[in-house]
Antibody
Framework: QLVQSGVEVKKPGASVKISCKTS????????LSWVRQAPGQGLEWMGW????????KYSQKFQGRVIMTIDASTKTGFLELRSLRSDDTAIYYC??????????????WGQGTLVSVSP | ETVLTQSPVTLSLSPGERATLSCRAS??????LAWYQQKPGQAPRLLIF???NRAPGVPGRFSGSGSGTDFTLTISSLEPEDFALYYC?????????FGQGTKLEIK
């Protein structure tokens, strides 16, 4: 199970940090992927973080603005997005990711965190 | 970056009919393709992984096929709860791109 933190309302230029608390599996045996969905739009993959050693892979689109971290002691993953713009308004999801192991999928998903960016 | 193109954008069918959704990749992704279902206000749900394997708990009317660049999700006989958005995702290279989605609506 993945449980995410609550709604965030931010001003342009601010930062946001979302948490994803996991349970029911061995945290260090899986990675987390982060995916966002703007209102009425499709799914956009943002990045991946290895639950064992914290290695990351980021989408080039967010490079320099995104930081993904983990806290293995609390089995929690974090997504921080900086220099927020209005087009960062979206629902942000975390999902368990077995990579580099098999199978390759994202399952399960957190319930999503709405981030609203407005002046 | 591997681009996934889903077709059709919208599919209008009636309960009991067969649905065929397509996902085409801009380059070969072997069989590292997953399908997700998303209903309004909900997180996506994994249906199919590795192109043709049903995820645990997914009804048998859902099936996936394909390899390389062309993939298909088939729903053999539509149930009312199947009308939703469907996304494919490639898990071969970075970034892990998604298709733009197919909306399956009731005719």
């Amino acid at each position: 199970q993945l449980v995410q933190s609550g709604v965030e309302v931010k001003k342009p230029g601010a930062s946001v940090k979302i948490s994803c608390k996991t349970s029911g599996y061995t945290f260090r045996s899986y990675a987390l992927s982060w995916v966002r969905q703007a209102p009425g739009q499709g799914l956009e993959w943002m990045g991946w973080i290895n639950g064992y050693n914290g290695d990351t892979k980021y989408s080039q689109k967010f490079q320099g603005r995104v930081i993904m971290t983990i806290d293995a002691s609390t089995k929690t993953g974090f997504l921080e997005l900086r220099s927020l713009r209005s087009d960062d308004t979206a629902i942000y999801y975390c999902a368990r990711d077995p990579y580099p192991y098999s199978p390759r999928w994202l399952d399960p998903w957190g319930q999503g965190t709405l981030v609203s960016v407005s002046p | 970056e591997t681009v996934l193109t889903q077709s059709p954008v919208t599919l209008s069918l009636s309960p009991g009919e067969r649905a065929t959704l397509s996902c085409r990749a801009s380059q070969s992704i072997s069989t590292y393709l997953a399908w997700y279902q998303q209903k309004p206000g909900q997180a996506p749900r994994l249906l199919i992984f590795d192109a043709s394997n049903r995820a645990p708990g997914v009804p048998g009317r859902f099936s996936g096929s394909g390899s390389g660049t062309d993939f298909t999700l088939t729903i053999s006989s539509l149930e009312p709860e199947d009308f939703a958005l469907y996304y494919c995702q490639q898990l071969t290279d970075w970034p892990r791109t998604f298709g733009q989605g197919t909306k399956l609506e009731i005719k």
